[in-house]
Antibody
Framework: QVQLVESGGGLVKPGGSLRLSCAAS????????MSWIRQAPGKGLEWVSY????????NYADSVKGRFTISRDNAKNSLYLQMNSLRAEDTAVYYC?????????????????WGQGTLVTVSS | EIVLTQSPGTLSLSPGERATLSCRAS???????LAWYQQKPGQAPRLLIY???SRATGIPDRFSGSGSGTDFTLTISRLEPEDFAVYYC????????FGGGTKVEIK
């Protein structure tokens, strides 16, 4: 069965950095676009970033552009999110999620499987 | 950015009743690229509907989606105890955005 397991969350000071990982199993990871989505405590969902299956395309929400970098290692079935210059408003549970095919230039991601999330807290 | 407004914020219903949830977009959602998710406390969201009206794998047929353009609806024909949760819509015709959610609670 499809499994997505996030790790790497924790407490970090404002201005600090953190790298999240997502280990995928139960499907052919290299065939799928992947995304990160976050949810601040008690709040709604916010898409953060996506990456195409071969890493050719990436895209970011304006709120994280220039600070976060998404990447993947298809040999390791893993997705990553490098987060720099963290702010208090980045505090959230971060989910990795799978975007099912078919893909096209006119369709942005939606999400058929989600991990359980990892909590990132930015506080001094 | 397309803003999605969900209403009502909270829906108080009894098991067996019909639930109708609304999602309105600030501009037209291209190709009906609209999805619905269910989220229970402490859990990740679960995909219910994509393409405005297609049920995801394993989703019971009491869940149905409809709409196009700027107005979309999620209907739960007869509420089961496990359906009480928060529901989010999401558009993916442009940079993905989510609605603020509708909480379906037991009356």
């Amino acid at each position: 069965q499809v499994q997505l397991v996030e790790s790497g969350g924790g407490l970090v000071k404002p201005g600090g950095s953190l790298r999240l990982s997502c280990a995928a199993s139960g499907f052919t990871f290299s065939d799928y676009y992947m995304s990160w989505i976050r949810q601040a405590p008690g709040k709604g969902l916010e898409w953060v970033s996506y990456i195409s299956s071969s890493s050719s395309y990436t895209n970011y929400a304006d709120s994280v552009k220039g600070r976060f970098t998404i990447s993947r290692d298809n040999a390791k079935n893993s997705l990553y999110l490098q987060m720099n210059s963290l702010r208090a408003e980045d505090t959230a549970v971060y989910y990795c999620a799978r975007d099912p095919p078919p893909y096209s230039s006119t369709r942005l991601p939606y999400f058929d499987y989600w991990g359980q999330g990892t909590l990132v807290t930015v506080s001094s | 950015e397309i803003v999605l407004t969900q209403s009502p914020g909270t829906l108080s219903l009894s098991p067996g009743e019909r639930a109708t949830l609304s999602c309105r977009a600030s501009q037209s959602v291209s190709s009906s690229y609209l999805a619905w998710y269910q989220q229970k406390p402490g859990q990740a969201p679960r995909l219910l509907i994509y393409g405005a009206s297609s049920r995801a794998t394993g989703i019971p047929d009491r869940f149905s989606g409809s709409g196009s353009g700027t107005d979309f609806t999620l209907t739960i024909s007869r509420l089961e105890p496990e359906d009480f949760a928060v529901y989010y819509c999401q558009q993916y015709g442009s940079s993905p955005t989510f609605g603020g959610g509708t909480k379906v609670e037991i009356k």
